[in-house]
């Protein structure tokens, strides 16, 4: 027999050992006693408008929650929730305790990579890329975008697909990571690797906290910095009022206080306090800067231009480097985490607003 | 390089084979008798686990999409019925005869047949929709004769009989059962949904809310093995194990 046939058999006898046929199942509180579980989430998240939109429940919900609007909901929950209580057992803000601060971190650093072309140094391509030739996940999940600009997931297994070059940069509005992570998760052999946003982080390790299946399948987590993100309705209309054409748009960023619209054959620019009137009220009730929960946290704020700020927060990040570092796939600088003082600061008062 | 010596046979040995040769020549000259079958005046005897045309019977399928599951070669498309159920369609532009949809079939709702000549004018066509799986196809029949091959230690004799073969599989050879039944690998990981529950046909998952905490049970003596609860529950964590 071949050694994977083995490796297969063995798998089966390990599975066949901890078959049981009884189980159990912890049951969540419910404020309201008398409401299903969904009504008691959306009394206490989505109503009260501290919802991030990270999907979360959505990953873990038989049932059918989903977006409405730019609203997280579940039109007909009274027929179709279950009552399962998942939703909240999962949801990072039903019992909300903001995260804020740089984290722990084990070194700070900057990258550029020298094989893919990205947001800043494009290194989050690169860990998740690298990760895939060690061979500790056989996918990594990316948010790509159509022309339009909504975003679209996808699920990368060979770094040739990265010749779509909308899979790396950043999209300034939610892309709906975790319901795909499940999918990720039931479909992979080795482990996945996924990016996100600092709520999506956090959704995430709540998934793990809760089901052992993500603990076993989720190896590699990369947080983004945010400060915030948007609705696509919202920004798309307010990016065409300010002239954008989406058919030539080739990048979206934001640095030094103003937001850049890059185009073909033009730039549009202003300042991103303008874009106050559309924040998402889930992120202004949100304190998490650097993605404090992160296996390794990568934002542009705190190195130089076309470098990838890299903050380094578990081991399993810092072998994946080494190994970048080894093949030579990046040129590495120093990182200033004091560049980070201001918006992690900015976030932190956001706290203020949850009492609001 | 080594020199390959041939044991020598005798001369008695060497004669009898060389009869033996003349005997076979002058036989076929007299009465030929070809290795290949005259089809499609002859048929060739096809045993009853053949994997041939395949046929449904709607009232044995349990709706559980294990055909389509299995099939490596993606031939199988679920379709909705006019009465609300899914049942399978085949194209046999895509079918490679592996007959898994067969063996996973747990109600016998799927069965073979002996038959291996269907034509179609285009691609299109191939695609056999459910309705026309329930009976046989049209085929043209010529066969007036029924070979059989009868392989012995020393010849391979080919025994022709005037018959017309059924190609029907009446009654299909017994298959070994692996008895089987729904586990959960993964307790930890279930969130408490009762899909599995909903659609188990046999009443074999219950659950009790006590103290904060729901108990889960598969009872292995009503579960039949069906498989319904694996495909269907959320989380992934059950699995059909040998009993
Ligand atoms: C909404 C948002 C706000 C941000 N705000 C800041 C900020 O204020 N300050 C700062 O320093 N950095 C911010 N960043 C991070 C920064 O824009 C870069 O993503 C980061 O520096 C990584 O760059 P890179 O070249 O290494 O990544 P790349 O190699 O270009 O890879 C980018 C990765 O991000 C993923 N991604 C892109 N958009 C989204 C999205 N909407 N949701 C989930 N994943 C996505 C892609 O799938 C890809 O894997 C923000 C990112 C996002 C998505
Ligand atoms: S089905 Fe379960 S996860 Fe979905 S809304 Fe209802 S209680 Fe929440
Ligand atoms: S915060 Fe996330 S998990 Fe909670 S309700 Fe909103 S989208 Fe769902
Ligand atoms: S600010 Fe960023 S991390 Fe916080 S809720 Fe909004 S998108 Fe999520
Ligand atoms: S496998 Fe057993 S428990 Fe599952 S649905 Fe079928 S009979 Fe019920
Ligand atoms: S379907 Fe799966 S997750 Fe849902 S209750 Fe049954 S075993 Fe648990």
Not at chain 1, 193 to 215: A, M
Not at chain 2, 37 to 60: A, E, S
Request: proline share 5%; with cysteine.
């Amino acid at each position: 027999m071949h050694d994977a046939d083995i490796k297969a058999c063995e798998e089966v006898i390990k599975m066949a050992t901890v078959a049981e046929s009884k189980w159990e199942i912890k049951v969540p509180d419910k404020p309201l006693k008398d409401k299903v579980y969904f009504e008691n989430l959306k009394s206490v998240v989505i109503d009260t408008e501290i919802c991030s939109r990270c999907l979360t429940c959505a990953s873990v919900c038989p049932g059918g929650i989903t977006v409405v609007g730019d609203k997280v909901d579940f039109p007909d929950y009274e027929t179709k929730c279950l009552d399962c209580g998942a939703c909240v057992r999962v949801c990072p803000r039903f019992v909300y305790e903001p995260l804020s601060g740089m984290g722990p971190s084990t070194a700070f650093i900057a990258g550029r990579s020298k094989r893919f072309a990205g947001q800043d140094g494009a290194m989050v391509t690169e860990l998740i890329v690298s990760a895939m030739e060690m061979g500790i996940i056989d996918r990594g999940l990316f948010a790509g975008r159509n022309e339009n600009w909504e975003t679209e997931m996808f699920h990368v297994r060979d770094p040739e697909q990265l010749a779509i070059t909308t899979l790396s940069g950043t999209k300034y509005t939610f892309a709906d990571v975790l319901p795909e992570l499940k999918k990720a998760v039931k479909f992979t052999k080795n482990g996945v690797g996924v990016v996100g946003t600092p709520c999506i982080v956090s959704g995430v390790r709540k998934l793990q906290q809760e089901y052992p299946i993500f603990r076993e399948k989720i190896k590699l987590v990369v947080g983004l910095f945010c400060t915030e993100n948007f609705h696509y309705s919202a920004i798309s209309q307010y990016l065409r009022d300010k002239g954008v054409d989406f058919s030539k748009l080739v990048k979206t960023d934001i640095t030094m206080g103003k937001f850049i619209a890059t185009m073909t054959d033009n730039e549009v620019k202003f300042k991103v306090k303008a874009l106050e009137e559309i924040l998402p009220s889930g992120c202004n009730v949100c304190c998490d800067f650097t993605a404090v929960e992160a296996d390794v946290s990568v934002g542009s704020v705190g190195s130089v231009p076309g470098f990838s700020t890299i903050s380094v927060r578990e081991p399993i990040a810092q072998k994946i480097l080494d190994y970048i570092k080894k093949q030579g796939y990046a040129e590495f600088g120093e990182g200033d985490p004091g560049q980070l003082g201001f918006l992690v600061g900015h976030k932190k008062k956001r706290a203020e607003n949850l009492k609001k | 390089m080594k020199k390959v010596t041939v044991q020598d046979q005798g001369v008695v040995e060497k004669a009898k084979c060389h009869a033996a040769a003349i005997g076979v020549a002058m036989k076929e000259s007299v009465y030929p008798l070809t290795a290949t079958v005259q089809y499609p005046r002859q048929r060739k005897k096809m045993p009853d686990n053949f994997r041939g045309y395949i046929l449904f019977d709607p009232d044995k399928c349990i709706n559980c999409w294990e055909c389509a599951f299995v099939c490596p070669a993606n031939a199988i498309r679920m379709k909705e019925a006019p009465n609300k159920k899914y049942y399978p369609t085949i194209d046999y532009g895509k079918c490679i005869f592996c007959h898994f949809c067969i063996d996973s079939c747990t109600d016998g709702a799927l069965r073979t047949t002996k038959i291996h000549d269907v034509a179609y004018k285009d691609m299109d066509e191939m695609v056999t929709l459910t309705e026309e799986m329930i009976e046989p196809p049209e085929i043209v029949r010529e066969d007036t004769k029924l070979v059989e091959y009868l392989i012995d230690d020393k010849d391979l004799q080919m025994k022709k009989t005037r018959e017309v073969d059924n190609l029907f599989v009446d009654e299909v050879p017994p298959s070994v059962e692996i008895p089987v039944v729904s586990q959960c690998i993964d307790g930890a990981s279930c969130i408490g949904c009762h899909v599995c529950e909903y659609v188990c046909g046999s009443g074999a998952i219950s659950s009790s809310i006590a103290n904060g905490v729901m108990n889960m049970a598969i009872d292995t003596d009503m579960c039949t093995g069906c498989g319904l609860c694996v495909k269907e529950c959320t989380m992934q964590i059950l699995k059909l194990v040998r009993k």
